[in-house]
């Protein structure tokens, strides 16, 4: 029987995946298709492969108008073709990467836990019930993992929390929200490995004595729903979920304030997604008023790698406390996009110039966008920043969730500034004043820039809104708006004066 890979990953499939499919059946050859996750080589969507003597063999990007002419040239055998790309593994997207995440997504069948656990699943699960509670929590902390979800908190502390706190229910919760402009590594990884974030939860749920999970995933992620609730219902069948530990999907409305981790345990608990004041933690009273844990899909899907293989092997690679990979997410205006997953240490300029190739357009990078819609924007003379949480921060950003969005010479930095307050503005939750009625005044005030009225005066005005609502606000949606706000402003002068604009232009 002849297998191929077509990805079911929600890229894939929105450059044609399914027709690609429709088209595989209809040559009447008898064929497993397996719907993969994709590899990450976003450009080559779709990535079809088929497995020959020599292992697998991509082809892409496959439309189903090829695949007549694929056939006769031999798909089957991993013939010649113009779309050939030989073994997906030997890629040098792929062969650069260190994927320790990343490293079954694309290869396994998303919807087999056999498959899955066939390339070394639940062996991290296997190692942390051989250990006692205390000694696994250590074991988190030895890797150094910090939250991917933006912040970099140290997981293994915030565990520690919640196993400490006494209480006769806890939760873990994985925030799987991902509303970042830019990213997709979580969608990503739900969809070509889901195992491995059920596999990370119970890990999770035996270190604190939580006894029920929930994974909050967006609506607009309708494939990853559909993977993770196949990859519970498995995960159940084989005993892993329903005695000790059990969970289930909660599908949000795609706020992007639900993604904060309070407004998300109140979108579960069925109210308004609407931020709550700290203290109480979560990790003390979190969802229900229970101690919770609360993380990211990477930093839940890191964790069996790091039972699994030590944690002094995550340790070992990465950057002063930016410990362990970063599964990067390439955007934008960029040649070569998708998932590359590396060492911190990586600096910005190899990401966006090596990896991603420059521009899809062909045009000079001009500017790139760190860490979704809050991050600040980088021009090119600060390109040599290394990736790590510390470096950015001084360098006036935030790696957040790894996005990282290009834009090329014809990009507008005003209007991207103004557009900072304007997403504040839709996505506020309106609890607090500096954000919910900061962000309407910077789009009016930012206007007036654009418009060429008084901009000396206005952009004072603009630094010292930024001040309120970075100081003011109760979360970081209100916070951190400033950075991509003020990052303009300081890299790209000449775009918030007019005058200055048409100077240059001569
Ligand atoms: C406005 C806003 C949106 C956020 N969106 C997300 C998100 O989509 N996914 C995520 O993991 N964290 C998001 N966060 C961060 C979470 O509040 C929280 O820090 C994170 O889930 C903790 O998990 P970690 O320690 O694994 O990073 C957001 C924060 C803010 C302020
Ligand atoms: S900063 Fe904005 S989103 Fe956050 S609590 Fe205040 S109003 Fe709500």
Same mark, same amino acid.
């Given at each position: 029987m002849i297998t191929v890979y077509v990805p079911g990953d929600a890229v894939a499939v929105a450059c044609g995946a399914d027709e690609v499919v429709a088209a595989l059946l209809a040559t009447g050859i008898e064929l497993t298709i397996i719907r993969n996750g994709s590899r990450g080589m976003h450009w080559l969507e779709p990535l079809v492969e088929v497995t020959t003597s020599e292992g697998r063999i991509g082809y892409g990007p496959v439309s189903a108008g090829d695949v007549a002419g694929l056939v006769a040239a031999g798909l089957f055998e991993g013939g010649e073709h113009p779309l050939r790309i030989g073994r997906p593994e030997q890629h040098p997207f792929i062969a650069s990467q260190q994927r320790m995440t990343f490293a079954r997504c694309g290869i396994v069948d998303p919807a087999s836990m056999d498959d899955y656990i066939a390339h070394g699943g639940g062996f991290g699960l296997e190692r942390a019930r051989a250990l006692e509670p205390t000694q696994r929590i250590d074991l988190v902390k030895a890797s150094g993992l910090r939250g991917r979800g933006g912040a970099g908190f140290p997981t293994g502390i915030k565990w520690d929390t919640v196993a400490l706190a006494d209480s006769p229910r806890k939760y873990i919760v994985c925030n799987a929200d991902e509303g970042d402009s830019g990213t997709f590594a979580d969608r990503m990884i739900m969809e070509g490995d889901p195992f491995e974030l059920v596999e990370g939860m119970i890990i999770a749920a035996l270190c604190v004595g939580a006894d029920y999970g929930y994974v909050y995933i967006r609506s607009e992620y309708p494939h990853a729903i559909r993977a993770m609730e196949i990859a519970i219902e498995g995960a159940r069948r084989r005993g892993w979920l329903g005695s000790e530990f059990d969970m289930e999907v909660r599908v949000g409305a795609g706020a992007y304030v639900c993604g904060e981790e309070t407004a998300l345990l109140e979108s579960i608990e069925g109210k308004r997604g609407q931020v709550r004041a700290k203290p109480p933690l979560p990790a003390h009273? =979190? !969802? /229900? =008023?229970m101690p919770t844990v609360i993380n990211n899909v990477l930093s839940l899907t890191a964790v069996p790698h790091i039972f699994a293989d030590g944690p002094e092997v995550y340790a070992a690679v990465g950057l002063g406390r930016s410990r362990g990979t970063m599964p990067v997410q390439l955007a934008g205006n960029c040649r070569h996009p998708g998932l590359y997953e590396t060492p911190f240490g990586i600096t910005l300029g190899e990401l966006v110039?090596?990896?991603? =190739? =420059?521009t899809a357009s062909g045009r000079p990078v001009y500017a790139v966008q760190v860490g979704g819609p809050l991050g600040a924007y980088f021009p090119p003379k600060l390109f040599d920043t290394p990736f790590d949480y510390e470096a950015f921060t001084k360098a006036g950003g935030l790696i957040g969730h790894g996005g990282i969005t290009v834009f090329d010479d014809t990009v507008d930095m005003a209007g991207m500034a103004r557009f900072a307050f304007e997403f504040c503005a839709a996505e506020s939750c309106g609890k607090c004043t500096p954000c919910r009625i900061g962000a309407t005044r910077g789009v009016e005030t930012m206007d007036k820039i654009i418009a060429g009225d008084r901009p000396e005066a206005n952009l004072e005005l603009i630094a010292d809104l930024a001040e309120t609502m970075k100081f003011?606000?109760?979360?970081? !949606?209100g916070g951190f708006t400033p950075y991509p706000v003020m990052s303009a402003i300081t890299h790209f002068?000449?775009? /918030?004066n007019r005058r200055a604009l048409a100077l240059a232009a001569e």
């Open positions: 009273k =979190g !969802l /229900f =008023g110039n090596d990896i991603g =190739g =420059g003011g606000s109760l979360c970081a !949606l002068p000449e775009h /918030f």
